[in-house]
Nanobody
């Protein structure tokens, strides 16, 4: 199958920055799209940002201009650079990948989540 491993979460003061990383491994032929989601306390999971294999990106309105998503195709990795962090950004951040396996199957893979806490 496919595994996603995230890293980079932690505690930061408001106005600070963090960089999240996510690496995919397993029976991967290609990864058309990679995304970051988050789920704050008492909130539903929401899409933060996405990026295609061609580099097309999209962002939630709440993070535009502050967060940047990027990926390294050779490493099957996706990154989320988060600047000007606000307490409202506090959440568990999840990596998601739409994967085409080596057997030609479409798989939807999720990471275990990494906690980001922004103090005021």
């Amino acid at each position: 199958q496919v595994q996603l491993v995230e890293s980079g979460g932690g505690l930061v003061q408001a106005g600070g920055s963090l960089r999240l990383s996510c690496a995919a491994s397993g029976i991967i032929f290609s990864i058309p799209t990679m995304r970051w989601y988050r789920q704050g306390p008492g909130k539903q999971r929401e899409l933060v940002a996405g990026i295609t294999s061609g580099g097309i990106t999209n962002y939630a309105d709440s993070v535009k201009g502050r967060f940047t998503i990027s990926r390294d195709g050779a490493k099957n990795a996706v990154y989320l650079q988060m600047n000007s962090l606000e307490p409202e950004d506090t959440a568990v951040y999840y990596c998601n990948a739409n994967v085409i396996s080596t057997m030609g199957r479409w798989l939807d893979a999720w990471g275990q989540g990494t906690l980001v806490t922004v103090s005021s």
